[in-house]
């Protein structure tokens, strides 16, 4: 149960954090293809 909670804490922490990077890469790079992936 711990484990499970653990796992989906830090799967939320990924997907913020591959968020926040696609936003900073799309400040750098406006023609980014995954830039209008929504």
């Known amino acids: 149960?711990?484990?499970e909670?653990?796992?989906a804490i830090r799967l939320t922490?990924?997907?913020q954090n591959a968020n926040r990077?696609?936003?900073k890469?799309?400040?750098f790079?406006?023609?980014a293809?995954?830039?209008y992936q929504t």
């Open 13 to 15: 922490v990924d997907l």
């Open 33 to 35: 293809i995954f830039c």
């Open 25 to 27: 890469a799309c400040g």
């Open 5 to 7: 909670v653990k796992s």
């Open 29 to 31: 790079s406006k023609v």
């Open 1 to 3: 149960m711990i484990t």
């Open 21 to 23: 990077l696609r936003q």
